[in-house]
């Protein structure tokens, strides 16, 4: 059975993504586009445009063409926007990269993706400069105000050269925007290849249900490197002339100050972030009566957290859904139904968007009502993966992406998710690959096997916990910090159970499920 989305089809402009989001921005002139939640720091719509043309112009003159590819790592800041679409004016993909990653970690993205260029934000910016050298990235740019930095130029100082035309000679429907890396259902991080035409369509589709204005008030501390804030939150509010409030980290008091301060109309979290809420004091010392919509997404949300957030916040928290190979987004609680949509569901398909539920493993739907893997088809599913056609053909068949997630839908046409088919790890919404940890643990010398799942965790939702058969008796902390040194934070092992040995099967496969099972 193939479900649909009870909105009709939405028309997808043949358009670049810069085209589509900053096209309206002419009219808006003055209006401000983008605040920095905590230094004041504001960018207008008549400024946006311009620095994106003339970074764009910049890095043109530099060498940047159609096909090149630029990594863009930094927290949530005003020229964020700035340095993405003067990239994506220019003609190249922009890879996202997460500033907390390691040096090491963070040049693979860049070797893996073929960064030719790299912006970054001003405090890892050393780390930027170690990791472009290990990658062979000629190019290093620092975010700000300066022409100058003491380890790079400031992106601001990059001479301009002639103007860029409109629309470089490219194909939106096949020409890849934006790069980020994903774990997918299982496995290492891969390259999702998303295309303008895959952007374009999801921010048409959101605009749908979602109907954001130029009178709205959005509060972006969800990063931009990840696909929910970059279209949920930042794309989806410069589109319709609302007015981003950037923040570069979560803080219960300074996010809330900005709430109140910006009269933020929409909020966007993720399940810690709920948790946070529904217990800070601080609360108490806001006038949020401007909040009308809170959406939570990236990770489940325990019902009853949310409903004691909502009592406190004074609005309703619904979910969503989505993945990043689907740009990201495929359900939607719409403004209409916003309240009255169950909570603990991800609500409706978007426009433009099928799905099916199979039985795992199998092409065979699922009787209604029954539970099932979501399938999904749309114009939001990406190209595939990045120089991985086995992965590609693995997660797409006749059109349709496999999610590894088991879902229901109801007789109302309301999707709810059951469970997990898929052995990634969501830590506060950051997707942690298990193999990963495992091949971080195997390099220590006195580690003969080990396997990582992930275990129920009071702030993060899931953490990675660590299963490890040693040659000698090891202390679990050291070995926690031994691994801690070499992944970014959120990937940290926060447990760690010494075992005889790690249930395999026949041809050698880790039977994460045994040990969840035997966690449970």
Known sequence: M??????????????????????????????????DGVTGERLSYAELVAEVSAGAAGLTALGVRPGDVVALMSHNQPRYAVALHAAIAAGAAVTPVNPVLTAEEVGRQLSASGASVLITAEPVAEKARDAARAAGVEHVFVLGGRREHGVHPSFA?????????????????TTVAVLPFSSGTTGKAKGVRLSHRNLVANLAQTRAGWRITSDDVQAAVLPFFHIYGFTIILNSGLLAGATV????????????????EHRVTRAYFAPPMVLALAGAPEVDDHDLSSLRYILCGAAPLDVEVAASAEKRLGCP????????????GTHQVFDDDFGSTPAGSVGRLSPNTQARLVLPGTDTDVAPGETGELLIRGPQVMLGYLGDPEATASAVTDGWLHTGDLVRVDSDGVFWIVDRLKELIKYKGYQVAPAELESVLLNHPDVLDAAVIGVPHPEGGEAPQAF???????????????????????????????????????????????????EA
């Open 2 to 35: 193939i479900y649909r989305s009870p909105l009709p089809d939405v028309d997808i402009p043949d358009v670049t993504l810069t085209e589509y989001v900053l096209g309206p921005a002419a009219r808006l002139g003055d209006k401000t586009a983008l605040v």
């Open 157 to 173: 100082g990059l001479p301009a050269g002639d103007p860029v035309p409109p629309r470089p000679e490219i194909d939106p429907a």
């Open 245 to 260: 409030v950037t923040l570069p980290r979560f803080e219960p008091g300074t996010y809330l100050r900005a709430l109140a």
């Open 317 to 328: 928290i619904r979910q969503g859904y989505g993945m990043t190979e689907a740009s990201p």
């Open 468 to 518: 490890v058969v040693a040659d000698r008796e090891l202390d679990a902390a050291e070995l926690m910090a031994w691994v801690a040194e070499r992944v970014a934070p959120y990937k940290k092992v926060r447990g760690v159970e010494f075992v005889d040995s790690i249930p395999k099967s026949p041809t050698g496969k880790i039977l994460r499920r045994v040990l969840q099972q035997r």
